[in-house]
């Protein structure tokens, strides 16, 4: 028996009932089954990407191209392609909230076009959080490649002391949780 009238130009179903549809003039592809996944196999040691996102192998200046998105009704909430610039753009209603710049070797929160490493941009106040369990410190640190504790920021919960290390020594400068200052 199975499905005697398709809902469109190709169908695939379990007999009765519609899984995956085409459109014959958009092309789309629809699964119908909240429940489908698309699978792909194992692979060797070099294998080819699983998705593209463009037909071309020169073409460097393709369109803004939407890579997911939540819906046709939500069109520029999801994740966007900038292909001219090489950025992967996390969307809410067309503004960027996460920008991934892969030539730049950037990322930028609150912007698309971030000028350093990582950037948090807001038009309004700005309010980051180092969290930590009870009994444990937060760290900022800085340094180079080779070490990467040469300064730091540390908070310890255990005692709320602010520590501050230069030179790869710790506690080069302490305020207590009492405010008292050790040099």
Same mark, same amino acid.
């Given at each position: 028996?199975?499905? *005697?009238?398709?809902?469109? +130009? #190709?169908?695939?179903?379990? /007999?009765? $009932?519609?899984? !995956? &549809? %085409? @459109?014959? =003039?958009?092309?789309?592809?629809?699964?119908?089954?909240?429940?489908?996944?698309?699978?792909?196999?194992?692979?060797?040691?070099?294998?080819?990407?699983?998705?593209?996102?463009?037909?071309?192998?020169?073409?460097?200046?393709?369109?803004?191209?939407?890579?997911?998105?939540?819906?046709?009704?939500?069109?520029?909430?999801?994740?966007?392609? *900038?292909?001219?610039?090489? +950025? #992967?753009?996390?969307?809410? /209603?067309? $503004?960027?909230? !996460? &920008? %991934? @710049?892969? =030539?730049?070797?950037?990322?930028?929160?609150?912007?698309?076009?971030?000028?350093?490493?990582?950037?948090?941009?807001?038009?309004?106040?700005?309010?980051?959080?180092?969290?930590?369990?009870?009994?444990?410190?937060?760290?900022?640190?800085?340094?180079?490649?080779?070490?990467?504790?040469?300064?730091?920021?540390?908070?310890?919960?255990?005692?709320?002391?602010?520590?501050?290390?230069?030179?790869?020594?710790?506690?080069?400068?302490?305020?207590?949780?009492?405010?008292?200052?050790?040099?």
């Amino acid at each position: 028996a199975g499905i *005697q009238v398709p809902s469109q +130009k #190709f169908v695939v179903g379990d /007999g009765t $009932t519609e899984k !995956l &549809t %085409v @459109d014959g =003039s958009s092309g789309d592809m629809v699964f119908t089954d909240q429940n489908a996944s698309i699978f792909f196999p194992p692979t060797g040691a070099s294998p080819a990407p699983m998705i593209n996102m463009f037909n071309s192998t020169t073409v460097t200046a393709n369109p803004d191209r939407m890579v997911i998105a939540h819906s046709p009704g939500y069109p520029t909430f999801g994740l966007q392609y *900038q292909d001219a610039s090489d +950025k #992967f753009n996390f969307l809410s /209603g067309g $503004t960027g909230v !996460l &920008t %991934v @710049d892969l =030539s730049g070797l950037r990322v930028g929160v609150g912007t698309t076009s971030p000028t350093e490493k990582f950037q948090i941009e807001t038009a309004g106040g700005t309010q980051q959080s180092i969290v930590s369990a009870a009994a444990n410190t937060g760290m900022l640190s800085f340094g180079t490649t080779a070490n990467h504790f040469l300064g730091a920021v540390e908070y310890d919960n255990s005692n709320n002391a602010l520590s501050f290390w230069t030179n790869n020594t710790a506690d080069r400068m302490v305020i207590t949780g009492g405010g008292n200052v050790g040099i």
